[in-house]
């Protein structure tokens, strides 16, 4: 079955450190999304690539990198300097049209301890 | 700017009633506007578009309006059920990506 899958679930990361979260897609996209999400608030996007070895920055991209090398692989890597990180992280890819809709992982919740 | 407003209130109604979840928008003139639902931890579920010379969209349970004067959107689910409860967002198009309402809580008790 065609799908996006993040890994891992859920995600514990020490204050100071940097943390990768996986984002792979196997429906042939081209473009590829991630989005934040927080309590009582909407999707915020942080990244997104409309093709491979390109990529925009969102509307909160401070603290976080990525990158596209492959079609099916957009990860996000949040450093240290991001000063809230704790977050349920969504990743999403679309054919390059908007008009189709976005397929959506089923998100990475990371926590600061 | 921009902006987009769902009711942040969560809507609770009864079995069987017709939910009617509103998106309100301004600043944009969208060529069509997209609905999802998101469950608890999990990732938004595209469920329908409209476009922006269509009044009104039906898929089952669902109908969609969609009234470019009033920039303003409907989501109806009629003869709900339990299983309906969840967040619903509405999303619009800004140049090359979507930008999401923060989403309205349905709950329907039996």
């Known amino acids: 079955d065609g799908g996006i899958t993040q890994s891992p679930k859920y995600l514990f990361r020490k204050e100071g450190q940097n943390v990768t979260l996986s984002c792979e897609q196997n429906?042939?996209?081209?473009?590829m999304y991630w989005y934040r999400q927080d309590p009582g608030q909407g999707l915020r996007l942080i990244y997104y690539?409309?093709?491979?070895?390109?990529?925009q920055k969102g509307d909160i991209a401070e603290g976080y990198s990525v990158s596209r090398e492959k079609k099916e692989s957009f990860p996000l890597t949040v450093t240290s300097a991001q000063k809230n990180p704790t977050a349920f992280y969504l990743c999403?890819?679309?054919?390059?049209?908007?008009?189709?809709?976005?397929?959506f992982g089923s998100g990475t919740r990371l926590t600061v301890v | 700017s921009q902006k987009i407003e769902q009711n942040s209130e969560a809507l609770n109604i009864q079995e069987g009633k017709t939910a009617t979840l509103t998106c309100n928008y301004t600043?944009?003139?969208?060529?069509?506007l997209q609905w999802y639902r998101q469950d608890p931890g999990r990732g938004p579920v595209f469920l329908l578009l409209?476009?922006?010379?269509?009044k009104e969209k039906r898929k089952e349970r669902l109908k969609v309006t969609f009234d470019t004067t009033l920039k303003q959107s409907l989501f109806h689910i009629t003869a709900s059920q339990p299983a309906d409860s969840a967040t619903y967002l509405c999303?619009?198009?800004?140049?090359?990506?979507?930008?999401f309402g923060t989403g309205t809580r349905l709950q329907v008790f039996p």
């Open positions: 600043n944009y003139s969208p060529a069509y």
């Open positions: 409209i476009r922006e010379n269509e």
């Open positions: 429906l042939n996209h081209d473009a």
């Open positions: 999403a890819s679309s054919s390059g049209r908007t008009l189709y809709g976005y397929t």
């Open positions: 690539s409309q093709i491979v070895n390109d990529f």
């Open positions: 999303a619009l198009p800004n140049t090359d990506k979507l930008i």
